[in-house]
């Protein structure tokens, strides 16, 4: 009974310590630490993290403009191959700072011509650059290489002969495995179609004089060019080049086809057979 009385008149004077939650701390000195450190989280939960704070992002907001502003004012001479990228990945990522996207895709490719060239896996190597981006890029890839097949169609390739060196340039110079391709032209050495015949290894294409000269049959070309690419970037002929080139222009003559040229593409130059006068 009296030990009774003794808890009762405790827990109405004292009833931090007898609560289960504390009892044990002497004093509840335990139970005071801890209600004042915990109840801030409870009232004032922290807010969530943020991609960015508005300084940063009126920051980069800020650059792009400038950068629209000097392209629409001055044209592409006034900026720098990774502001030029740095443009177009505005449209393609729409809610980052794209500087260093493009500075890490030039770092990697060495150049514009580069970037664009790059399969889609390869650009996806590169920190921001996702599937939906590579293939964006890609397109813009395509679209350039349209362009300047355009320059040369319908008219006398043998007179637009930079534009032929830039488009062959433009379509194979950065591909991964050898490529063989034929421009057909007709009388007038103007282009009729060009296809590519194979795609081999990294140094070696199979190629088939005779199917060379039957497709030129079937179009009723009486003139070619022919154009394949070394992935290593060096364009001297080697001497299986040199080889190739002869038996192809010896199956087509007898039947009036003539093989003007053939053009070896590297990735920072070409080499043409006709002008080292190895065919």
């Known amino acids: 009974m009296t030990g009774s009385r003794g808890r009762s008149d405790t827990s109405s004077t004292a009833s931090p310590v007898d609560d289960p939650a504390t009892s044990g701390d002497l004093f509840g000195v335990e139970d005071e630490r801890g209600h004042f450190f915990e109840q801030p989280a409870r009232t004032a939960p922290a807010a969530p993290a943020v991609p960015a704070t508005a300084a940063e992002d009126k920051h980069y907001h800020g650059h792009r403009e400038r950068l629209r502003t000097r392209f629409r004012d001055n044209g592409d001479t006034a900026l720098a191959d990774y502001e030029i990228l740095e443009l177009l990945l505005f449209r393609l990522i729409p809610r980052r700072d794209t500087k260093p996207v493009a500075k890490a895709l030039l770092d990697r490719f060495g150049t514009l011509s580069g970037v664009f060239g790059a399969t889609p896996a390869l650009l996806q190597e590169v920190k921001g650059i996702g599937e939906a981006v590579a293939l964006d890029l890609k397109l813009v890839s395509a679209v350039a290489q349209r362009t300047l097949k355009s320059e040369i169609r319908n008219k006398t390739v043998l007179a637009s002969w930079s534009s032929v060196i830039q488009y062959c340039h433009a379509a194979m110079a950065h591909e991964p495995r050898e490529q063989f391709r034929i421009l057909f032209l007709d009388k007038r050495n ?41 992935p290593s970037g060096d364009p001297t002929p080697s001497r299986a080049d040199i080889d190739m080139t002869k038996t192809i222009v010896e199956t087509a003559r007898p039947l009036g086809i003539t093989v003007h040229d053939h053009i070896i593409i590297g990735k920072d130059g070409h080499a043409s057979l006709k002008g080292l006068r190895l065919m």
Do not use: C, F, K, M
């Not at 296809?195 to 003139?223: C, I, K």
């Open 190 to 230: 103007t282009l009729i179609a060009d296809e590519v015949q194979g795609r081999g290894t990294v140094d070696h294409t199979p190629v088939y004089p005779r199917e060379v000269v039957r497709r030129a049959l079937e179009l009723s070309s009486t003139a070619i060019i022919l154009v394949h690419n070394h």
